[in-house]
């Protein structure tokens, strides 16, 4: 089965390969990057992470998927979408950039490439995105994508431990566009 390959101008968003666990571990132990994030404890937990993409990509024909920088084919982060999980029907994109990729408009570029790949491949009526409230760099991406803030969807996410100032979620939506 050919590895799934999405380009933008500048990116590719790619399925995960073995060689993508130290560079996400890597981003996964640097804190600015976990800062809105529960931490990585251990390398074990970033295979695992590997191991779940790759059967998500296989089950679904998505997930996170890898973003890799054209120029040089520079680990840059994951963005992708996610099948529906915890109390929700919808399907969620996310994303995830290192922080030598930061500020460059690449999780811009990938995100919007995900949300047409999704519109063109997918048959949902809406997409939600998720974070922590005050992960503000987070959900002004999503304002910079027409995704609009629901705020009485805000929620305790459930693989947040209770206490951890990471409980607290906000939902945004995009609704798929009108052809």
Not at 21 to 44: G, K
Not at 96 to 105: E, F, I, V
Not at 150 to 156: G, I, K, M, R, T
Request: charged share 25%.
């Amino acid at each position: 089965m050919a590895e799934f390959c999405l380009e933008t101008e500048r990116l590719v968003l790619r399925g995960w390969r073995e060689a993508d666990i130290e560079p996400f571990w890597q981003s996964a132990c640097d804190p600015e990057v976990m800062r809105y994030l529960l931490p990585m404890a251990q390398r074990d937990e970033a295979v695992q992470r590997y191991h779940a993409q790759t059967a998500m990509q296989a089950e679904h024909g998505f997930c996170f998927w890898v973003i890799e920088r054209k120029a040089d084919g520079a680990f840059l982060g994951q963005c992708g979408l996610c099948p529906p999980r915890y109390q929700f029907t919808e399907v969620e994109i996310g994303w995830r950039l290192s922080r030598h990729a930061w500020g460059q408009g690449y999780a811009l570029e990938a995100a919007r490439a995900t949300l047409g790949w999704a519109w063109a491949n997918l048959a949902a009526p809406s997409i939600i995105a998720i974070t922590v409230r005050v992960n503000e760099p987070s959900w002004r991406l999503m304002d910079k994508l027409g995704m609009s803030y629901f705020p009485d969807e805000d929620f305790d996410h459930p693989a947040v431990p209770d206490g951890s100032p990471l409980k607290r979620h906000i939902l945004y939506r995009i609704h798929r566009p009108e052809a």
